[in-house]
């Protein structure tokens, strides 16, 4: 069993910094990816970043240059640093990790329960 646990969300002004990081514990392989998803009220939840177990990134356009995805793999933590934080940037954040489980001989995917970001103008 695999349970993500995120945690650092809050409410900062405009412009502002916020760190939020997730936690996966369990049977987890070493070779993963690790995501950043986030989900406004009314709309679908969206990729914001990704992360490889090497360390290869991934980031939707709408948070390149603010935003930076990290991992400490002996943790089996990710981290989303966001800078400069606009209004549109609230949403609840998701954290998922992906790996192959040989025992289906398919990807498995784990999401956390999310945390809440609120970004006031």
């Known amino acids: 069993q695999v349970q993500l646990v995120e945690s650092g969300g809050g409410l900062v002004q405009a412009g502002g910094s916020l760190r939020v990081s997730c936690a996966a514990s369990?049977?987890?392989?070493?070779?993963?990816?690790m995501h950043w998803y986030r989900q406004a009220p009314g709309t679908e939840r969206e990729l914001v970043a990704n992360?490889?177990?090497?360390?290869?990134?991934n980031y939707a356009d709408s948070v390149k240059a603010r935003f930076t995805i990290s991992r400490d793999n002996a943790k089996n933590t990710v981290y989303l640093q966001m800078n400069t934080l606009k209004p549109e940037d609230t949403a609840v954040y998701y954290c998922?990790?992906?790996?192959?489980?040989?025992?289906?001989?398919?990807?498995?995917?784990?999401w956390g329960q999310g945390t809440q970001v609120t970004i006031s103008s």
């Open positions: 998922k990790i992906t790996f192959y489980s040989p025992s289906t001989r398919a990807l498995s995917n784990y």
């Open positions: 369990g049977s987890i392989p070493s070779i993963n990816v």
């Open positions: 992360i490889a177990s090497e360390g290869s990134t």
